[in-house]
C-alpha cells in the first residue's frame, strides 16, 4: 500500500515539474480580412493555455479594397479605431484577452499601407491606434520611438528574451534597410542583454530570397541581421506572419552562421491562401524553390502556432517545440521538435559549398524543371487546355470578325440603296 502511494505521490510530483518547466506561447496574424466573419479560434488557442499571445501584424485590415486587388488607406481615424475594435469585440478575443498577455507588432494592413514602409504618410497615427488595440499605456516609451519593436523576457528567470522587430515602420525599398538605424543599434543590444534564447518575431518573413510573390527582408538587412547572428552566435528562432499559410524554414547553410537556423510562420488565422486561391499548393510549388523548406514544410489552410519552450531544472531552455494548428479543428498539421544545441554554436568548415552562392534565378530555374518533371502529366494537361482555349479563343475572334465584315458590307449595301432612292 506505501509502495503504491509512493509511486503515485512520485508521478504527480513528476508530471507537476514538468508542467512548470514548459513555457507556452501562440502566435498568428491575419486576422478577419471579412469582418463579419464569425470564428472560435481564440477560444481554441485558448485551450493551450498560452502565457502570451504574439500579433505579428494584421490583427485588423484597416484599410480597404474598393476595386479587387487595389488597396487604399483608411483616411479617417474614427473608421480605423472601429477596424480594430472589430478585433477586439470578437467574443472569444475579447475573453482571451483576460487571461493572457497580449504583444503585438503591426504588419502592412494594421499600418494602413499595403506593402508599405517608411514612406507610408499615416504611418504614425496608424501606430497609436495600434498601441491603443493591444492596450499599450498611453505614456509607454513605444509612443514616442520611431516604430514599436520591443523586447521583454518571456520567463521570471531571464533566460527567454522575445525581440519583437518593426519591419515596416523605416522599412526602405530604396537602401534595402528594413529596420533604420535606431532599431539596428536596439537589436544589436539585444544580442548583449543576457539571455539563453532569444525568439525573435517580425511582421514579415526573414529568411527566404528566392520567391516570387511574399514580402521578406530585404537582402542587405538579411545579411546585417546574419553578421548579428555570427558574431554573437546566440541561440536564436525567427517567428513571422503575412504570408496567409504556414511553414517551417531552416536556413540551409549553418556553417555561414556558426549555428542552426529556423524559422516559423503562422498566418491567416481565419482567411488563408487555401479560401482564395485555386490549385493554391500546386501553384507554390511552382513558385517557391525548396531552398528554404520542403512542400512538406507548408499548410495552406486557415492555422495559428504554438511555441513550447521545455526548460531544466535549473530554468535553462533545453527544448523548442513548434506546432502549426488548424484553426478550424485545433488538429496539429505541422511540428517541429529542436534540442537547443542544435542551435548553439558548432565548429563548421566554413569553406563549404552554400546553395544560397547559386544565383536566384538559377534556383528558380531549377525547381521549375524538377516541378515540371514532377508534375510532367498536369502540365502536358494544363498546356493543351489552354491550347484548347486558345483555338476557341481564335475561332470565336475569326468569326466575329467575319461576322462584323459582312454586317459592314450589308450597311454599305443598304446606304447605296438609300442614295439612289
Known amino acids: 500500500m506505501h509502495k503504491k502511494l509512493l ?97 503585438g507588432v503591426y504588419d502592412d494592413h494594421d499600418s494602413n499601407e499595403n506593402n508599405g514602409g517608411k514612406f507610408n504618410p499615416l504611418k504614425e497615427s496608424a501606430k497609436q491606434l495600434y498601441l491603443d488595440f493591444i492596450g499599450e499605456p498611453k505614456d509607454s516609451p513605444l509612443r514616442k520611438q520611431d516604430g514599436i519593436y520591443q523586447s521583454f523576457y518571456a520567463d521570471q528567470y531571464n533566460k527567454i528574451l522575445i525581440v519583437m522587430t518593426d519591419a515596416r515602420y523605416n522599412s526602405d525599398k530604396f537602401t534595402g534597410d528594413s529596420l533604420g538605424d535606431n ?91 487555401y479560401d482564395h486561391i485555386p490549385f493554391v499548393s500546386l501553384i507554390f510549388q511552382f513558385l517557391f ?14 492555422n495559428f502556432g504554438i511555441l513550447k519552450i521545455i526548460t531544466d531544472d535549473q530554468h535553462q531552455p533545453i527544448k523548442i517545440q513548434y506546432e502549426t494548428h488548424s484553426s478550424e479543428d485545433s488538429s496539429i498539421v505541422l511540428q517541429k521538435t ?47 487546355i489552354v491550347l484548347l482555349f486558345i483555338i476557341f479563343l481564335i475561332y470565336n475572334i475569326i468569326s466575329y470578325v467575319s461576322k462584323f465584315q459582312e454586317l459592314y458590307k450589308e450597311i454599305q449595301k443598304n446606304k447605296q440603296k438609300f442614295k439612289q432612292e
Request: charged share 20%; glycine share 4%; proline share 3%.
Open 183 to 273: 532599431q539596428w543599434k536596439w537589436l544589436e543590444q539585444q544580442f548583449q542583454i543576457e539571455s539563453q534564447l532569444i525568439i525573435m518575431t517580425s511582421g514579415v518573413q526573414v529568411m527566404h530570397d528566392d520567391r516570387n510573390g511574399p514580402e521578406t527582408w530585404f537582402i542587405w538587412s538579411k545579411q546585417k541581421l546574419y553578421a548579428l547572428i555570427k558574431k554573437y552566435n546566440k541561440p536564436i528562432i525567427f517567428l513571422s506572419g503575412d504570408v496567409h499559410y504556414s511553414e517551417i524554414m531552416k536556413y540551409p547553410c549553418p556553417h555561414r552562421l556558426g549555428q542552426n537556423l529556423y524559422e516559423f510562420s503562422s498566418s491567416g488565422m481565419t482567411f488563408a491562401n
Open 7 to 103: 509511486i503515485v505521490l512520485l508521478s504527480t510530483l513528476f508530471y507537476t515539474v514538468t508542467a512548470e518547466n514548459q513555457l507556452t506561447i501562440a502566435f498568428g496574424s491575419c486576422f478577419k480580412f471579412y469582418r463579419t466573419h464569425d470564428t472560435d479560434v481564440f477560444k481554441r488557442i485558448q485551450s493551450f493555455n498560452p502565457k502570451y499571445f504574439l500579433w505579428l501584424g494584421d490583427a485588423a485590415y484597416i484599410d480597404y479594397m474598393p476595386i479587387l486587388g487595389i488597396w487604399r488607406a483608411e483616411q479617417n481615424e474614427t473608421k480605423v479605431k472601429e477596424k480594430f475594435d472589430i478585433t477586439n469585440d470578437d467574443k472569444y478575443y475579447a475573453q482571451f484577452k483576460q487571461n493572457v498577455i497580449i504583444k
Open 338 to 384: 529542436i534540442q537547443i544545441e542544435e542551435l548553439q554554436k558548432q565548429n563548421y568548415d566554413e569553406s563549404q559549398s552554400c546553395i544560397l552562392d547559386v544565383s536566384i534565378k538559377d534556383r528558380q530555374m531549377q525547381n521549375y524543371i524538377l516541378r515540371i518533371n514532377e508534375n510532367l502529366l498536369i502540365v502536358i494537361s494544363s498546356l493543351f
Open 289 to 302: 524553390p525548396n531552398t528554404f523548406s520542403s512542400y512538406e514544410d507548408h499548410y495552406y489552410k486557415s
